[in-house]
Structure formats: C-alpha cells, structure tokens
C-alpha cells in the first residue's frame, strides 16, 4: 500500500473518532443524552451503502452477509462503543438519516412494507454493527423491520398499532431471547407534535430503592403475559412467560426485565415493588419527540421506552416509525431450528428446545 494512502487513511479514521467524541460529549452536556448528527459527507456515504443493501435485502429474512466495513468511521465508532457499554441510560440518537420519498403512512396492519427503501439499509447496517438484526417468527412473519403507525381501529391496543399512551417496557419481556438492542426510526412525525417518545433507565430508576425492593425485584416472583403483537390471531387467554426476575446483574450495572402491562406478580411483595419501580421509571423518564431521521437506539437490558398519547388522523401523514431488533449471538442449538435465516423461532419451540 502507498505509504501517502496510508497515512491518509489513518488520519481520516482517526480524525472521524476524535469527531465522534467530541460531538458526544457537547451533545451529553446540551441534551443528557448521547447523539451523533451526520454530517453532509456522511450523509452522502452512508446513503449510497444502504440503497445498495437496501436493494439486495428486502424486509423478508434473507441470509445476505450485511458487510459493516463502508459505514462512516465515526458513525461505525459511535455505535460500537454504545453496543460496548451503553452507560447508565442505555439509549443514544443517530441524527441526520436522509429519508427517501415515502408513500402515505398505512392505516392497516401490514408487513414486509416499504421493500427495497434506503431505510432499510440504515437499520439493517445499524443493527450489523450492534450486533446482528433478528426478527421473530410469532411477530409480524418473522420481518426483520417492522412498520409502527397507528392502526384504523385499532388506536386503543397495547402495541405498535395503537395511539394512546404506551407504559414503560423493555421489549419481549416474556421471551426467553429478548434483543439486545433495538432501534426505532422516524420518518414522519404527528403533525400536532404529541407523540414523544419516552426513555427511562433502570441504573437511575433505581437509585433510591430499598435494600429489601431491590431483593424482591431480584426474586422470580414476576410472569409476563405474551404481547398482544405476539397473539395476533389466537383465541382465548394470553400465555404467560415462567416465573423471573425483574432486575438482575450488578448493584452499579443493573439490568432490567419489565413491561408496565404486562408483568406481573402474585406475591403481594411483588405488586408492591412492580408499582414502586413503574413510578420510579416514570419520575427518572426523558422526552424525545423525534424528529424525520432521527434514530433511538436502546440498550433492551438496560432502558425501558414508552410513548405518549395523540391523535391519528389517517390523512397519509400520520407518525410512522421503523423498528429493528438486535442480538449479539443466537445459541447455537437455537440456530439449528431457525424456520428462515435470522428469524428466531416461536415461543413454544424455544422453550421444547431449552428442556431438550
């Protein structure tokens, strides 16, 4: 290699990671939160990249290796480092994703939407870099991007296709392989501005607990029902998950397994400790209203998320955002009974596996 290219190439990383920590640092002391806007050049690359995996990988699970290495050096910096150790909040913020046209937002339930678009990249090669992109065959066919907007008729349910108030909740508390990470992108806001999204970490929701809360939360006294986005379909009552823990890991670095509607607890300590720990969620919360580009990713083991209320209009321009998920590694004994490349099996077939 010419020793000139290089060098040049090494300044030019190198430059992009002092870039990255600089921005980090204004932005933790403007917003509390880490953020990393895109610059033009930036925006230009990482365009190109993600059209082209866009047009390879459509949103129906494929294994299509998602090479990382034309991600921006910065960007691919900032990622790394959250998907590393994501801090005592668990979330941060992509900003400056260029938005492609886009069709009226749906106002049905539907899947596999927006093939080929270059969001599709962006998420696919976001959640390459944080871990590898998964989806689940009880959700949404096993896409690995899911579409999340207000559903006709559907405005009070307790998902993604609803419009009212979302509780708190790390996200598929009831399976046995949650994502590691997950990220929600916007490409349109509610025009009235209502819909924010709401973060909140357990590091800091926790901080004033008692000995004794902290131990009933560490017990596996807690079930969580199947999500209704898990039941679609099926009759009769929702399944519950077996007992388990609410908070685990290290007193400084602990994790959480929670969904404000769907967890719960017979012990009357632990309906106790299930409110003490929603009120804590909520008092320690931060607001976000996400603006088209902007990109949330959270630490699922680490921060909770909800949303509050507004009002769909269904005049094409209602809030619509993109969902991926992500896991570090799939067990192997899992990966040998995937029903379609990334796409983890059912609930029921995970568990027969696990008392194999």
Known sequence: MDSKFAFATVFDTTFAVVRYLLEVVVSLNATEMPSYPLTVDERRAFHRRA?????????????????????????????SRFAEDSGRRGFAVIRGIPIDALPPTPDSYTTGFLTGHSTSGFL?????????????????????IHEVHPVRGEETRIENTGAGNLGFHTENAHHPLRPDFL????????????????????REAAEGFSAETVAILRSPVFHSLYPTSFTRGSSGARPSSPPHPVISGEDDRLLMRFDADNTYSHDS????????????LDASRREIMLEPGDLILIDNHVAAHGRSAFTPRYDGNNRWLRRFYSRRTVPAWVRDHMPAPRVLPSVSEVSRLARA
């Open 51 to 79: 059209a082209d995996l866009a047009c390879r990988f459509t949103s129906a699970p494929q294994d299509t290796a998602i090479a990382v290495e034309g991600v921006p050096a910065g960007l691919a910096a900032f990622v």
């Open 124 to 144: 696919l090669l976001v959640a390459g870099l944080l871990g590898s992109p998964v989806g689940y065959a009880d959700e949404k066919g096993g896409t690995l």
């Open 183 to 202: 990220g929600l992108l916007c490409l349109r806001q509610d025009r009235a501005g209502l819909g924010a999204s709401r973060l909140s970490s357990v």
């Open 269 to 280: 300590r632990g309906k106790t400790a299930l409110r003490e720990l929603s009120a804590a």
